[in-house]
């Protein structure tokens, strides 16, 4: 079946702009998170949400960051007035509770701030 | 928090030699325990896990084993081959749902 998919998968942009980045989770899955990857790094957590509970927001690095999750299911991860040093790759992942903690990733949005 | 760490960030392996990643963590309370690997320009893509309940864990020639003494586990790889390089990234959890990521470990295998 399809897996976890995200787009755009490159986005290049100018400091100070806004920026958008989608994930479409496997089909059923009710956990959603977003991870940062810095380059040659580890993966950063930033927000997990969970069915209709409130997400846990505690990895978001700054109030330029938000995340929202529409009908259980595509999530929008919002960078506003975008720095140099949000250049990375941002990770979504999905995963369907019930069956342990196995956490599918999509292909990732890779993020250029100009 | 938890804190997850590998022991090498990188390892040379020749073609058909074994290999072995380690990855100490810090929490005692961790249960849960993942190895994914990242191929150039994709996203991680899991490969085994274990929970703290077992020892050892197979699949083909891949096992991860813990040490919930040492506060370590490792990745197993028997027989390596060409398309095992990557980067490998061990995790833990003592949670019913967050992570902790290690920094990764690039494999590379030697023909």
């Known amino acids: 079946g399809a897996g976890v998919s995200q787009s755009p998968s490159n986005k290049v942009t100018e400091k100070g702009k806004d920026v958008e980045l989608r994930c479409d989770p496997i089909s059923g899955h009710t956990a959603l998170y977003w991870y940062r990857q810095s380059l040659g790094q580890g993966l950063e957590f930033l927000i997990y949400f969970q069915g209709n509970s409130a997400p846990d927001k505690s990895g978001l690095p700054s109030d330029r960051f938000s995340a929202e999750r529409t009908g259980g299911s595509v999530s929008t991860l919002t960078i506003q007035r975008t720095q140099q040093e949000d250049s990375a790759v941002y990770l979504c992942a999905s995963r369907y509770r019930g069956q342990g903690d196995t956490q599918y990733f999509g292909p990732g949005t890779r993020l250029t701030v100009l | ?111």
């Open chain 2, 1 to 111: 928090g938890e804190s997850v760490g590998l022991h090498l960030p990188t390892l040379s392996v020749q073609e058909g030699d074994n290999s072995i990643i380690n990855c100490a963590y810090s929490n005692s309370a961790s249960d849960y325990f993942i190895w994914y690997k990242q191929e150039s320009g994709k996203g991680p893509q899991f490969i085994i896990d274990i929970r703290s309940n077992v020892g050892e864990k197979k699949d083909q020639r891949i096992a991860v084993t813990l040490n919930k003494t040492a506060k370590h586990f490792s990745l197993h790889i028997t027989e390596t081959q060409p398309e095992d390089s990557a980067v490998y990234f061990c995790a833990a959890s003592s949670n019913d749902y967050k992570l902790s990521f290690g920094a990764g470990t690039t494999v590379t295998v030697r023909a």
